[in-house]
């Protein structure tokens, strides 16, 4: 009996390192290669964990195994089936944005269907384990040892096909659990009950939305000047601010509208509930998420409404957008009552795999600063310019970045939630009309929102906030702290 169960915990511990590749590439690739710190920590809390639920599922007690297994088995399900529609990891934010959507978790299911009942395998499969205990396990009983080695089998073969149950960092069984609590704590999003008028003559036929990826305004000026053809492209470049100094909240916030109300956080209709109530055509194109997964914070009936999604993650990160505007340019041309959300590659961290170092004589070890600005030349100014070039349709298309960069040595170029700098908000900010670089009427980052659903037809009947807030950090308060931003006038 004791020789049993020593070979049942190697058995264990041997698919534990073996099958799970996700936690090896977060743990030392993704968290090793900055924080070794962080790599003991991660690595420690994963260890102590697994054998903990060794211990757990040894209980004879099959009342406090049941109903406390329950527990993790409901934070595993949620946190992988959320990891396998988004990229990402459970957190407050996503968590209070689903019980304000609550109404649509039969879509969820509906959209996502095949890794909704793909996780709830996986829970029943758990549920089945932590019912019979690992006592119930006998390798040499010979009743019962083809049961325990097809349950070990089929274990390991899940688990290695999944590439583990951890990812970024933690194992899944407490990522919903630990930002749970503070749900009860610090509550901060809310609904707003903002009324917009529509009138269909102000509606304008096609608007095209284009959200590059960290486009410092500083560089954009440099790369612009670097041909010198460029004026009436960029005739009315304007010095912008983005709402966030992250890539997933300041999309969220430009997408949802957010206003800050006695240090809440207000959350408008989704651009895509707008444009669909305007009778758009709505269509998402990503070069960053891998098709069906949605990093920005989108809840399931944004999803829902969009009517066409195209992604381009499998293509390499040089090549993605001038493939990505290819399409654009098709898709595009095809319609005349349009709604089009651009998320581009942009020129994201590490900047010299977003363009062929060979084309402008450079390498990687070159100067960081000129590398970045070239990407920027190929990646935005000549996608830009092709676009605006080719693009036969009437469209009122708005550009700007989600961030900027502080290029620094030794300092964060984006997402600093300590003490980040202005450079990290500003970004530029164009629009056009048929083809055309105008002026744009936009008195703060808050009010961009403002200009884009007054293009689909609808007045405003709120006061505008000429202030510019810039976000940093968690947009939750946490454990009643205040949401972090400086106001920017």
């Known amino acids: 009996m004791l020789k049993n169960k020593y070979i049942l915990v190697v058995l264990l511990i041997v698919y534990f390192f073996v099958s799970n590749k996700n936690l090896h590439e977060t743990l030392f690739i993704d968290i090793g290669h900055n924080s070794i710190i962080k790599l003991l920590f991660f690595l420690s809390v994963t260890v102590l964990f697994f054998l903990s639920f060794l211990i757990f599922a040894s209980l004879k007690n099959t009342y406090i195994r049941v109903s406390t297994g329950l527990i993790f088995l409901t934070s595993s399900f949620a946190s992988q089936f959320f990891f396998d529609i988004s990229g990402n990891i459970i957190n407050i934010n996503d968590i209070e944005i689903a019980i304000l959507n609550k109404s649509s978790f039969y879509d969820l299911v509906i959209n996502y269907r095949k890794d909704f009942f793909s996780n709830l395998s996986i829970f029943f499969f758990g549920f089945c384990l932590i019912v019979n205990g690992i006592r119930g396990f006998k390798f040499f009983d010979k009743k019962q040892i083809y049961f325990s080695l097809a349950f070990f089998f089929a274990l390991f073969s899940i688990s290695f096909s999944r590439g583990g149950f951890a990812t970024q960092g933690l194992p899944s069984q407490l990522q919903a659990l630990i930002p749970l609590p503070l749900i009860f704590y610090s509550k901060n999003f809310e609904l707003s009950r903002q009324k917009l008028t529509f009138n269909i003559n102000k509606k304008k036929k096609n608007i095209i939305l284009i959200i590059d990826e960290s486009v410092s305004f500083e560089y954009f000026v440099k790369a612009k000047k670097i041909e010198k053809d460029n004026n009436k492209y960029f005739k009315h470049l304007q010095k912008f ?117 060979k084309k402008f004589n450079l390498k990687k070890n070159s100067d960081a600063n000129l590398i970045y600005t070239y990407s920027i030349k190929e990646n935005s100014i000549n996608f830009l310019k092709d676009l605006l070039s080719k693009l036969k349709k009437e469209s009122d298309i708005i550009y700007l970045s989600d961030h900027g960069q502080l290029l620094k040595k030794k300092n964060l170029t984006h997402c600093n939630s300590n003490n980040p700098q202005i450079q990290e908000w500003e970004i530029p900010l164009l629009y056009y009309i048929n083809n055309k670089n105008k002026p744009i009427d936009v008195v703060s980052n808050l009010h961009l929102y403002d200009f884009i659903v007054d293009k689909m037809g609808y007045t405003n009947e709120t006061n505008i906030n000429k202030k510019n807030k810039l976000f940093y950090g968690n947009l939750n308060k946490r454990l009643n702290k205040q949401i972090k931003y400086k106001t920017l006038k």
Not at 274 to 283: D, G, I, N, S, V
Not at 306 to 317: P, Q
Not at 337 to 346: M, R, S
């Open 241 to 357: 601010y983005s709402i966030h100094n992250c890539s997933a909240q300041a999309v969220f916030g430009l997408m949802n509208g957010i206003e800050v109300a006695e240090d809440n956080i207000v959350l408008r209709k989704s651009l895509w509930l707008q444009a669909k109530e305007a009778k758009y055509r709505t269509l998402y194109f990503s070069a960053q998420e891998r098709p069906g997964n949605y990093q920005y914070l989108q809840n399931i009936k944004e999803i829902a409404n969009i009517d066409e999604k195209y992604f381009f993650s499998h293509i390499k990160n040089k090549d993605r957008d001038k493939v990505l505007l290819d399409k654009l340019i098709e898709v595009a041309a095809k319609d005349n009552n349009q709604f089009i959300v651009v998320i581009k590659n942009g020129s994201h961290f590490p900047y010299s795999d977003k363009i062929d170092l």
